[in-house]
């Protein structure tokens, strides 16, 4: 079955970077976008970018530019979500969901299952 | 690119309709017919209810219906049920950027 498998919790220092894995089966890894998205605690959803696993082009929300760096591994059906310079409000849970359509805009239909990243000194 | 608003909350007792708006700009909902609606009950990731404006994906159930108008999208729930409570968002294409709305968390009363 199709699913998207992400990496453990996470606590890092402020200033610290952070890699965030999503590990896809059950599909062509090349013929989805993939999402990042991140939710902080008790608050709403937020897009962080995307990227296109065949290419590895990437696209980020301008509040991450210079800060974030999206990256795929197309033999092991990987992406990757880095964050650096991190700061007490990036304390949230960060999802990888895969998108479909040319640049996922078709909707998100397939999520994973949440990495909870903890920023704190 | 400024988040899509919702009302904070809308409430319903079951069998009725709850309908719930998302306002954008021609930059993201009014500009492309590439809105999508999620549900997130507690704990749990998001799922997608319709996207396209108005398309559900295979084993979400036919009250859940989406629709657009200028730079405003609607969900509508018919025949409310107790596993409806949950927290929905709407999300927009924004030409190469997507946006999410603030959430709407719904109520069965």
């Known amino acids: 079955q199709v699913q998207l498998v992400q990496s453990g919790a996470e606590v890092k220092k402020p200033g610290a970077s952070v890699k965030v894995s999503c590990k896809a089966s059950?599909?062509?890894?090349?013929?989805?976008?993939m999402h990042w998205v991140r939710q902080a605690p008790g608050q709403g959803l937020e897009w962080m970018g995307i990227i296109n696993p065949s290419g590895g082009s990437t696209s980020y929300a301008q509040k991450f530019q210079g800060r974030v760096t999206m990256t795929r591994d197309t033999s092991t059906s990987t992406v990757y979500m880095e964050l650096s310079s991190l700061r007490s409000e990036d304390t949230a849970v960060y999802y990888c969901?895969?998108?479909?359509?040319?640049?996922?805009?078709?909707?998100?239909?397939?999520w994973g299952q949440g990495t909870t990243v903890t920023v704190s000194s | 690119q400024s988040a899509l608003t919702q009302p904070p909350s809308a409430s319903g007792s079951p069998g009725q309709s709850v309908t719930i708006s998302c306002t954008g700009t021609?930059?993201?909902?009014?500009?492309?017919?590439?809105v999508s609606w999620y549900q997130q009950h507690p704990g749990k990731a998001p799922k997608l209810m319709i996207y396209e404006v108005s398309k559900r994906p295979s084993g979400v159930p036919d009250r859940f219906s989406g629709s657009k108008s200028g730079n405003t999208a609607s969900l509508t729930v018919s025949g409310l049920q107790a596993e409806d409570e949950a927290d929905y968002y709407c999300?927009?294409?924004?030409?190469?950027?997507?946006?999410f709305g603030t959430g709407t968390k719904v109520t069965v009363l």
């Open positions: 021609s930059s993201d909902v009014g500009g492309y017919n590439y």
């Open positions: 969901a895969r998108g479909s359509g040319w640049y996922g805009r078709r909707g998100m239909d397939v």
């Open positions: 999300s927009s294409y924004a030409g190469s950027n997507n946006v």
């Open positions: 059950g599909y062509t890894f090349t013929s989805y976008y």
